[in-house]
């Protein structure tokens, strides 16, 4: 069993910011790439960004030089610093670990319950 406990959404003001967390815990052997996603109501789920193993990053074009993503492996934990957030960037977050149990076991991915991110002023 895995589990993904994501954390630090909220309700921010035009030009704010939030970091967001997600850890993981339970029956990993290793951890791939780690990456965050949203959705919009009415859109379709996204790629915000993503860090590989070996913390080579990617980026929405909408998000870069605004949001960073890291990654803590003694943790198992990924975040998401999101600055200068406009209300276009209101949306549910969700992690997505690539997770092996075993090292017998094939990659799977691992989704978040989601955290709400509202921009408003």
């Known amino acids: 069993q895995v589990q993904l406990v994501e954390s630090g959404g909220g309700l921010v003001q035009p030009g704010g910011s939030l970091r967001l967390s997600c850890a993981a815990s339970g029956n990993i052997y290793s951890i791939g790439t780690m990456g965050w996603y949203r959705q919009a109501p009415g859109n379709q789920r996204e790629l915000v960004a993503t860090i590989t193993a070996r913390s080579n990053t990617n980026y929405a074009n909408s998000v870069r030089g605004r949001f960073a993503i890291s990654r803590d492996n003694a943790k198992n934990t990924v975040y998401l610093q999101m600055n200068s957030l406009k209300p276009d960037d209101t949306a549910v977050y969700f992690c997505?670990?690539?997770?092996?149990?075993?090292?017998?076991?094939?990659?799977?991915?691992?989704w978040g319950q989601g955290t709400q991110v509202t921009v408003s002023s």
């Open positions: 997505n670990v690539e997770i092996r149990r075993s090292v017998w076991a094939t990659m799977f991915d691992a």
